[in-house]
């Protein structure tokens, strides 16, 4: 059996934030039991609401925060038992918005570099040499490492990110909303850039987005989060095409149509949004879920395994 380049086992996190100055700290659920694995080559999507724990879970995989419970391997190995440099070349992530992402006051030759620099022991003839070709390969003049982000469109910034993520040659990039904070004719550009990178480099993403048209578009595979957990999990083409959890059916039906007469689409969901400081006994979407049961107010589900994926729902079980 073939070890999966990332494998989360079981994962969880949990933030205490306090309220006031004599109230007690109150626990924040991010992330609750997550596992989940990406093979090599393979790009999968993670879709949610906002604070479903997309992003925790993706600085979790990053090494940026340890997570409360669990573990995540990288190619077999523990990733807390890596050092920095190791989990550089390994994995590297595209946040989402290049505005903040890039340092305003460096030039861009020296902000791609950075990862070089870091990793110690190359000439700096080398690094200019390698910061060029990478610069070249997504897109942009080498001649434009001269300047400035502020000095640059917001598809240009979103270039230099991922060719300072990609100047490393790692294996994994995670990428986080990557185009989000971009104009619509921006994104396919860098969607279909990430696609061409991919297959050139033989790269996996983690893409986490909450628009299911990118993630239709670029994932082999889509994971759905909510309240800090997977509640479905398949092939993108079997949940797009059938999804199982109310809460999936919920997501694809709140995307917009171009066709004229249809109106906002009705998700059935209310106005209420998802609390993790007060999670719900039994299955946490059950005050959402239109087609919620007795059981769903009280037992939480257990995650049904089988040929088409993973579904964590009563009705899928009684299905």
Known sequence: MTTPLI???DVGHQFRVKSGLFAQPKRIVAVDGVSLSLPAGGVLGVVGESGCGKSTLAKIILGLIEPSAGEVLIDGRRLDGLDRRERARLIQPVFQDPYSSLNPRRRVRDIVGVPLVAQGGIAD???RRRVDAMLARVGLDP???ERQPAELSGGQRQRVAIARALVLHPRIVVCDEPTSALDVSVQ???LNLLA???RELGLSYLFISHNLAVVEHVASEVAVMYLGRIVERAETETLFRAPRHPYTKALLASV???EPGLGIPDTELGD???DPANIPPGCRFHPRCPAAIDRCRSDAPMPRRDRRGLAECHLVEMA
């Open 196 to 198: 061409e990178l991919r």
């Open 125 to 127: 003839g080398e690094i």
């Open 272 to 274: 209420t949004m998802p």
């Open 256 to 258: 917009l149509t171009p």
């Open 7 to 9: 494998e989360i086992r």
């Open 143 to 145: 001649e434009l490492g």
């Open 188 to 190: 396919a550009q860098i």
